[in-house]
């Protein structure tokens, strides 16, 4: 078992709230991805799981106890930092090996546990080496290694694959899907990376300001964004201002159908991505505007168009176009979001 609750959460440092009102529910075998500009709390909140920090308000519960007035030790929650925190004078084994010794929990058993936990972590034959003999990916995984062999309720895990580059970034990330998927540890990831966070998690929770604006499966929270500020946050948005009249979003330069029909005459917001807006160098859509800039970005091309006072960003596969070329743009009505405020 390992189920996490986290219920009313409010942490303060020097008296101003990091984190507020903070709820959030982590099955057993669940991934959940903690994602969020840096300075938001997500640390914070990680913290607090392991017990290194204690909330001002609300309740931690690891399968259904409280844990609040509880110790690190004594909780089944386990940490692995962004930064390795290993020995340099001990081999990959005693490192591994470390915090059974630490919680006296090292028997005739313990060298095969961490034998099979080596080998799930693909660090089979590197036992008797040194810290400093190891990359970076090796080192961060034998962090998390040395926390998978404690068999905890809980793995937390504090953006541990920020220092490295992105081959090994993208490596670990399927390695700790993989690992995750096998063992199905109850997980909490806290990263500020969105690529990371939709392919690695089963959920994700977006934090901004401190709060839990939202949370649900990646492709809820990359396609149907709660509010223009999760819509901001996951990039490239197009915005538009303009208002509810008769079934139409009605903006200075569209109309666009709509089921909406509250909010009838309030001034809304609509927003699309760049990917679902349809581009051609012909003049059959009834949008109309003109190439300003163009980058291309391998098996797609962004392209940014001047419609009268506003600018779109478009993503497309098509990479015969020019700035200066006059385009004509389609905003399908079935991949726009409406929001009852103005960005």
Excluded at 40 to 50: M, Q, R
Excluded at 302 to 313: E, K, L, S
Aim: net charge positive; charged share 20%; with cysteine.
């Amino acid at each position: 078992m390992g189920e996490l609750l986290l219920k009313n959460i409010t942490i303060r440092y020097d008296g101003q709230p990091v984190v507020r009102d903070f709820n959030l529910e982590v099955l057993d075998g669940e991934m959940v991805a903690l994602l969020g500009p840096s300075g938001t709390g997500k640390t914070t909140v990680l913290k607090a799981v392991a017990g290194l920090i204690r909330p001002h308000q609300g309740e931690i519960f690891i399968d259904g106890q409280p844990v609040n007035h509880l110790p690190p030790e004594k909780r089944s929650a386990v940490m692995v930092f962004q930064k390795s925190l290993l020995f340099p004078f001990l081999n990959v084994e005693q490192n591994i090996a470390f915090g059974l010794r630490m919680q006296r929990r090292q028997d005739r058993d313990s060298g095969k546990k961490i034998r099979e936990i080596m080998q799930l972590t693909e660090l089979a034959g590197l036992g008797r080496r040194k810290v400093h003999e190891l990359s970076g990916g090796q080192q961060q995984r034998v962090s998390l290694a040395r926390a998978l062999v404690l068999k905890p309720a809980i793995l937390l895990l504090d953006e541990p694959l920020s220092n490295l580059d992105a081959n090994l970034r993208q490596q670990m990330r399927e390695l700790i899907q993989d690992i995750q998927a096998e063992t199905r540890i109850t997980t909490l990831f806290v990263t500020h990376d969105q690529a990371e966070a939709l392919m690695i998690s089963h959920r994700v929770g977006l934090l901004l300001n401190g709060r839990l604006r939202q949370v649900g499966d990646p492709r809820e929270l990359f396609y149907r964004p709660a509010d223009p500020e999760v819509a901001r946050f996951f990039g490239g948005c197009n915005f538009i201002t303009g208002r509810i009249k008769d079934g139409h979003f009605q903006s200075a330069f569209a109309t666009i159908p709509t089921s909406l029909t509250n909010g009838n005459g309030h001034l809304m917001t609509a927003t699309i991505r760049p990917e679902d807006i349809l581009i051609t160098s012909e003049s059959n859509y009834n949008l109309q505007g003109r190439v300003r800039k163009i980058n291309f970005e391998g098996s797609a091309t962004r392209i940014w168009v001047q419609c009268q006072d506003n600018r779109f960003v478009v993503l497309t596969s098509e990479a015969d176009f020019t700035p200066g070329q006059h385009v004509g743009l389609h905003l399908p009505p079935e991949k726009i979001r409406i929001f009852p405020s103005a960005v």
